[in-house]
């Protein structure tokens, strides 16, 4: 069975149908035992394209095809004269897929069909076409000069495909894609990794911008802004409730808080939308609120931060209040 970071490959099991039932479970049900994933068209429902183009859709998203061929050929496509099951072969070969054969062995195959004649008469033509095709017949001539595994009954059909499947790998070890089972360490180191990267993508930003003098604040850079907002008990309010001033604020009668957010709007950090009658942050201002997240370390918490928070009490009450 499969662990934490094996390589799960997807094998295209491809044979005629009605059949070969019974095979097909066995070769699923080893794939399955090897830990890897088996695919076939008993497996999905065909959207609305053709048939034969969904199948080709699902043998290219396959690693691995593997062709059961018994005692029929098959459902033939009319413009051809061949058998979906060989052209689904063809195509597999035309695109280099790596692949291998079970072919069952023709006593398996007589066993069978002398089981359902003993059933119903007739019934034998179920598992043997009353005629080969000369297609058939070239088709098994060419199977011949490919990885070929006979099978004399059910169990041969799983050893087939546990001894082939390996060959197949350290033959096409570079093309063999497969599907890998995550290691859940695997994502909390590239996780603190983004959150890291995010993080320095985010000071070197505020960086750019200090150094901006389009990003300046009347002049002043991000700090010598801070220093003269920290100084007018109007404006202190964006320092200490910062995050009340991500969203809109609405145009008021309140005189301390129109004083303020008209000082804000002289300083570039706020616009007034007349549309909706608010006060908004201008690019500015934003870039001046995540500069300021970012430097709350740094800045001065006994002189600056303590004494804005009392002034701020009432802007942050009328804030509750919107």
Request: with cysteine; net charge negative; proline share 3%.
């Amino acid at each position: 069975m499969s662990v934490v970071g094996a390589r799960r490959l997807q094998v295209f099991v491809s044979s005629t149908y009605k059949d070969l039932k019974l095979e097909r479970q066995a070769a699923v049900e080893a794939i399955l035992k090897m830990g890897h994933i088996p695919a076939g068209m008993e497996l999905f429902a065909a959207d609305n394209r053709k048939q034969m183009e969904t199948i080709k859709d699902w043998i290219m998203e396959s690693d691995i095809y593997l062709l059961i061929v018994g005692g029929r050929y098959g459902s033939v496509e009319p413009d051809s004269g061949k058998s979906f099951t060989h052209l689904e072969w063809e195509f597999a070969q035309s695109e280099s897929k790596p692949s291998f054969t079970c072919m069952l062995d023709s006593t398996y195959i007589t066993l069978k069909q002398l089981e359902l004649e003993r059933q119903e008469k007739g019934r034998g033509a179920e598992v043997r076409d009353i005629e080969e095709c000369d297609h058939f017949t070239q088709w098994k001539r060419d199977l011949l000069g490919t990885l070929v595994e006979q099978a004399k009954d059910i169990n041969e059909i799983k050893l087939a495909v546990h001894s082939s499947i390996p060959v197949l790998e350290r033959l096409h070890e570079s093309e063999l894609r497969g599907w890998v089972r995550p290691n859940p360490a695997d994502f909390a180191g590239i996780s603190d990794a983004m959150a890291m990267l995010t993080k320095e993508n985010q000071r070197l930003r505020l960086e750019l911008a200090v150094n901006d003098k389009s990003a300046q604040i009347g002049g002043l850079n991000f700090r010598q802004a801070f220093d003269e907002i920290a100084k007018d008990a109007d404006m202190q309010p964006l320092l200490s409730c910062s995050a009340l001033f991500v969203r809109p604020i609405a145009v008021t009668r309140n005189v301390e808080v129109s004083r303020m957010l008209q000082k804000l709007t002289v300083r570039g950090l706020l616009f007034r939308n007349s549309d909706k009658n608010r006060y908004e942050l201008s690019e500015n201002g934003k870039q001046f609120l995540s500069w300021l997240e970012f430097q709350r370390e740094t800045l001065p918490e006994t002189t600056t931060f303590s004494r804005i928070r009392r002034k701020s009490a009432d802007f942050v009450e009328f804030s509750e209040n919107v």
